[in-house]
């Protein structure tokens, strides 16, 4: 298949690399929730099946192969990215910088097909909950003497732990695979923090959660992907490239969402009001 000139080689070559791959990661969290409900069907209930599905859903990185294509193409056909396959190039930053725009959509539109659109005050309580529980665990591990001598490293197995050692190629004073695994647990021992102070860090963690405003505050409306996308590369391009490229984030969501009612002006008004 041949296209436009002005399309970046980069992405022509990953395009042709994973057509031509004998991997082709096609994983979908939909299909893997009703094979397990089907096979596990006495033991899940709703709410198990919708944990299931975010534990899933946390598990994929990028969309599948087929559809990752799809996205590719569009990117290096559609006669509207001439301009800002252009207009990027004279700014480029790294070789790599046609490939991380199509990382960034592939991932922004992923990010939202997993979101468990929880409004701004459902997600609020959600982050006050996980502190008032982490801090409660907290308080009562410190009131056990039961767990005054807990190691929770205890928990990683000696076969991970020889894992570890081989992919580190540790060298260390002892010689029997006992003592590298005894050894090695006590080095990880010395970097990660007990599960007392790795509560309050999550305490800590999700108060400075809790400041940061959502980038999309009706998630059910039906231009929330719309919104989350934009939003997302004109944070990308104002980080990365020092300025906001509103057209070009309007061309990119266009193209990527398939649709045709996002121009700059829509653009720059989203990114300066909250939605």
Partial sequence: MS?????????IKLLNHRRSS????NYNVDD????????????????????LRNQLR???FFLPYEEGDKLIEKLISNPSMKSVWEALER???????AIDIYTVCDSTILAWRHSPKKSPMER?????????TASALRELIDQSEDHDFYNDLEAISDDKISWLLDALNSGNPYETPKEHIDYARFSIHEIVPPIRL?????????AEFLKIEPLVRKPQSKNAEVHHFVRVLSNYFRKTYKQPLHETVATLACVALDRDDIDSDFVRKLVTEKS
């Fill in 58 to 60: 946390k598990n994929q």
């Fill in 198 to 206: 790795a509560l309050l860090n999550l305490e800590m963690k999700t």
């Fill in 32 to 51: 893997e929730v009703c094979r397990l409900t089907e096979e596990y069907s006495h033991a899940l209930n709703e709410e198990k099946i919708e944990s």
């Fill in 22 to 25: 004998s991997f082709r990661y």
């Fill in 91 to 97: 700014r480029q930053i790294s070789d790599r910088y």
């Fill in 124 to 132: 609020n309580e959600l982050l006050l909950n996980i502190i008032r």
């Fill in 3 to 11: 296209f436009p000139i002005w399309a970046p080689l980069s992405l």
